[in-house]
């Protein structure tokens, strides 16, 4: 059996999202068993960026307002820099991801994927590591920032960039695997 077998995990993307940070995670979540829906707020499909230009086109599965934290085992949010600015200031992406700390589903977020997880207010107390350039932003929501591959803290896994892709994969299928984590809960 995989280790994600018969879990669903969700991708919350905008257009803008650094291409490889949602190919090269979505590929390791269904090579590990899992099913993956990419979620945005908008329908059809959203764009890449890679190498400083507009890129491949990626399928949405459901639109922000058709998916529920209740049918999904995991959270996934990759980077970019139009992508997270995009979805923190949209208060259903913001309330979509604070569901999960709610719950104590895990989390994955890489590169300036965590300035979304910023807004939950869900983040004070946490170790984590994003891109260099967010980290005083991650601080000042009260995180205990490190400059590491991977972090781990009690289900939210974050990486820096995409040269931590293969331990960042590594890591959030194991805390996809592991389920609810109970210090993770935020009610």
């Given at each position: ?6 879990k669903t995990i969700?991708?919350?993307?905008e ?18 068993g899992?099913?993956?829906h990419v ?22 599965n ?7 934290e209740?049918?999904y ?7 970019g820099v139009?992508?997270p600015?995009k ?8 309330a ?34 994003s ?36 331990a960042?994969n590594?890591k ?12 993770q809960?935020?009610?």
């Open positions: 059996m995989k280790k994600l077998e018969n969700a991708i919350l993307s257009t803008g999202f650094e291409e490889v940070e949602l190919t090269s995670p979505k590929k390791a979540l269904e090579e590990a899992a099913t993956v979620i945005s707020p908008q329908s059809g499909t959203i764009k890449s960026w890679n190498d400083g230009n507009w890129n491949m086109d990626v399928k949405v459901k639109t922000l307002s058709e998916a529920s209740g049918d085992n995991g959270l996934m949010l990759p980077g139009i992508n600015d979805l923190r200031r949209n208060k259903d992406a913001v979509f991801v604070k569901s999960f700390f709610d719950k104590g589903k895990p989390i994955a977020a890489i590169c300036h994927g965590p300035q979304t997880l910023i807004e939950t207010g869900a983040l004070k107390g946490r170790i984590m590591t891109f260099p350039s967010i980290r005083t932003d991650l601080e000042n929501a009260g995180v205990n920032w490190e400059d590491s591959e991977v972090v781990v803290d009690h289900g939210l896994v974050t990486s820096r960039s995409p040269e931590d892709l293969e960042f590594r959030m299928v194991e805390e996809f695997a592991e389920g609810i984590h109970e210090e809960k935020t009610s």
